[in-house]
């Protein structure tokens, strides 16, 4: 049970574009889901707090219009980087808080398996 | 915000040997949990622990929630190969109040 998946698990995009990644709670209904984004070799940086149907809570020093998040349901979140340069290149990882009453306990994080996206 | 010392950073062992690896804090959690990381991968769940002097297994793995609220330990038996990974410790105050360790990078020497 508490299964999270991520699409894509890995981008390659030229620079400016911009990149949606989802996260999706597979067997529970997630009112948080949280985004990291980690370096090779460093532990996770929480980016943001997404709750579902509010707005997101952004860590400091992340541009909440650069990675812009959407939490539209209780089983998707979206992350969209947009206008992406190479120093966005990084690993990318959601996980989600089970909501009460749902498969999984509501004090413990579920991790995707990350995306891993690219910037040329 | 808070921090959680994890130690040690890195480990090489022997295969066969065991591990273990510990979180502290300053600030009082209620829960406690050990995720193992490969690489290319997103973390996974080893062990939560939602009481203070818990101690709970996963197979080779024994993790404890200290009394004080402000530590844990995980333990890893005759460690093989597979073992490999980047451990992670992570405590929950409370809600969406989630912080992480550094992690503990392990090697296994067969």
């Known amino acids: 049970g508490a299964v999270v998946s991520q699409h894509p698990s890995w981008v390659i995009c030229k620079s400016g574009t911009s990149v949606k990644i989802e996260c999706r709670s597979l067997?529970?209904?997630?009112?948080?889901m949280f985004w990291y984004r980690q370096f090779p070799k460093q532990s996770l940086m929480l980016m943001a707090t997404?709750?579902?149907?509010?707005?997101?809570?952004?860590e400091q020093g992340v541009e909440k219009d650069k990675f812009l998040i959407n939490h539209a349901s209780l089983t998707l979140s979206t992350l969209t980087v947009t206008s992406a340069h190479p120093e966005d290149s990084s690993f990318y990882i959601c996980?989600?808080?089970?909501?009460?009453?749902?498969?999984?306990?509501?004090?413990?994080?579920?991790f995707g398996p990350g995306t891993r996206l690219t910037v040329l | 915000g808070q921090q959680l010392n994890q130690s040690p950073q890195s480990m090489f062992i022997q295969e066969g040997e065991d591990v273990s690896m510990n979180c502290t804090s300053s600030s009082i959690f209620n829960t406690w949990l050990w995720y193992k990381q490969d690489p290319g991968e997103g973390p996974v769940l080893l062990i939560a622990?939602?009481?203070?002097?818990e101690l709970t297994s996963n197979g080779r793995l024994t993790a404890q929630f200290g009394i004080t609220r402000k530590d844990s330990f995980l333990n890893i038996s005759a460690s093989i190969p597979s073992d490999v990974g980047i451990y992670f410790c992570?405590?929950?105050?409370?809600?969406?109040?989630?912080?992480f360790g550094t992690g503990t990078s392990l090697t296994v020497i067969p």
């Open positions: 996980s989600a808080r089970p909501a009460a009453g749902t498969s999984g306990r509501t004090d413990t994080q579920y």
């Open positions: 622990l939602y009481k203070a002097g």
């Open positions: 992570a405590g929950q105050i409370t809600g969406n109040q989630f912080y």
């Open positions: 067997d529970f209904q997630a009112t948080t």
């Open positions: 997404s709750n579902e149907g509010s707005k997101a809570t952004y």
